[in-house]
Every structure is written in structure tokens, then in C-alpha cells.
Nanobody
């Protein structure tokens, strides 16, 4: 069974930065494409970023492109989301997810989800 645990969320002022981490249990982390999604109150969960098995390819939503960076350390079974130039509209619960595909851009691509970590950006 795959378990995902996010950390690193918090309260930050607009323009600030946060780094989210997601640790996966198990010995097959490198076999999963990983992604980050977010869900704001009253809104649907939306795709933020994804990274393929090896970390050689990354994908971003237009709303975060140039500000967020996804990366992974397969030796540590961890995926990261570096968030810079944060805006109030980035406020949401951020979830990491794992897929058996090389990568996924849609919610339905992912079978495993973490509980989420709250990110709040004040203006």
C-alpha cells in the first residue's frame, strides 16, 4: 500500500515562498509518477504540477508556471513543490498524489493521495 504524507504548509505573506514535501512509504517510489493538486474552499481540486518517474520531465498549470517548481529525490522517496512569489489566490489545501503512469495531468490519473497540507497566503 502506498502512503503519502505532506508537510511544509503554513501562513505566508504575498510574495513569499514555501516548500512543500511529500514523503512516500515503500520501496518503489521511483516507479510512480508524482503530482501536486490543490483545492480551495468551494472549488474543485485542480492540477498544479507533475513530475515523471525519473524526474526528467515536469509539467505545470499555467497559473503557477514560472513561480512553482516540482522536483523529486528518489533516494529519499520524496517529492517537493517549491512555491515562490505566492499570491493570495494560491491559498488552498495542497495534496500530493502518486500514479503508476509515467506522469499524470488529470485527477483521475492518480490512485494514491495524501491528506493534504494547508497553504494560506495573506495579502
Amino acid at each position: 500500500q502506498v502512503q503519502l504524507i505532506e508537510s511544509g504548509g503554513g501562513l505566508v505573506q504575498a510574495g513569499g515562498s514555501l516548500r512543500l514535501s511529500c514523503a512516500q512509504s515503500g520501496r518503489t517510489f521511483r516507479s510512480y509518477g508524482m503530482g501536486w493538486f490543490r483545492q480551495a474552499p468551494g472549488k474543485e481540486r485542480e492540477f498544479v504540477a507533475a513530475i515523471n518517474w525519473s524526474g526528467s520531465r515536469t509539467y505545470y498549470a499555467d497559473s503557477v508556471k514560472g513561480r512553482f517548481t516540482i522536483s523529486r529525490d528518489n533516494a529519499k522517496n520524496t517529492v517537493y513543490l517549491q512555491m515562490n512569489s505566492l499570491k493570495p489566490e494560491d491559498t488552498a489545501v495542497y495534496h500530493c498524489a502518486a500514479t503508476i503512469k509515467n506522469y499524470g495531468l488529470e485527477y483521475v490519473d492518480y490512485a494514491y493521495w495524501g491528506q493534504g497540507t494547508q497553504v494560506t497566503v495573506s495579502s
